[in-house]
T-cell receptor
Framework: EDQVTQSPEALRLQEGESSSLNCSYT??????LFWYRQDPGKGPEFLFT???AGEEKEKERLKATLTKKESFLHITAPKPEDSATYLC??????????FGTGTKLQVIP | GAVVSQHPSRVICKSGTSVKIECRSL??????MFWYRQFPKKSLMLMAT?????????EQGVEKDKFLINHASLTLSTLTVTSAHPEDSSFYIC???????????FGNGTRLTVT
């Protein structure tokens, strides 16, 4: 059974304090590892897809990396508007994927 | 691009009534759409895969007679919660992707409250 585990469950940062979120996965034949951002009361918003170990992708203050067992979402000098729940998901296909429970990030001014 | 619209965003209904939720792909065609349910502090749980022109595929433990799915066209899927009960109260989200090799894009969800 595919499993995706995220840690920490919650993270509180001061504005400008960089950190990383972890996503460990056990997905046989992983085709893609996805990161999403979810704001309260909204659907997830797509951030990144990573396809193979060693791959990195960046978007503004976010950088996602992938190894054979886990993925990290690095947040550099976060701002309050980065506060959200970050979800990762993986699967053997691009559509039917397994989601982690997310990391709720709070960035304090 | 790849916008998925979901309606309504919130609905309150009485126990025993049915509620329909719509999911539309606005700028692409989707032969497959997905319906999820999300509980507080829990992961998105896949309920069913909606297939245009054929029956939906339900995940284990999801009652197909309670959660009716219709994929009437390449841009519209509907989820009907029949004879709703308070335990059906939840956040329902749909998703779709423009093509097989693209990531999923999600609607903004529907908060269902059954009183």
């Amino acid at each position: 059974e595919d499993q995706v585990t995220q840690s920490p469950e919650a993270l509180r940062l001061q504005e400008g304090e960089s950190s990383s979120l972890n996503c460990s996965y056990t997905v046989s034949g992983l085709r893609g590892l996805f990161w999403y951002r979810q704001d309260p009361g909204k659907g997830p918003e797509f951030l990144f897809t990573l396809y193979s170990a060693g791959e990195e992708k960046e978007k503004e203050r976010l950088k996602a990396t992938l190894t054979k067992k886990e993925s990290f979402l690095h947040i550099t000098a976060p701002k309050p508007e980065d506060s959200a729940t970050y979800l990762c998901a993986g699967g053997q296909g691009y559509q039917k994927v397994t989601f982690g429970t997310g990391t709720k990030l709070q960035v304090i001014p | 691009g790849a916008v998925v619209s979901q309606h309504p965003s919130r609905v309150i209904c009485k126990s025993g009534t049915s509620v329909k939720i719509e999911c539309r792909s606005l700028d692409f065609q989707a032969t497959t759409m997905f319906w999820y349910r999300q509980f507080p502090k829990k992961s998105l749980m896949l309920m069913a895969t909606s297939n245009e022109g054929s029956k939906a595929t339900y995940e284990q433990g999801v009652e197909k007679d309670k959660f009716l799915i219709n994929h009437a066209s390449l841009t519209l899927s509907t989820l009907t919660v029949t004879s709703a009960h308070p335990e059906d109260s939840s956040f329902y989200i749909c998703s779709a992707s423009p093509q097989g090799g693209s990531p999923l894009h999600f609607g903004n969800g529907t908060r269902l409250t059954v009183t």
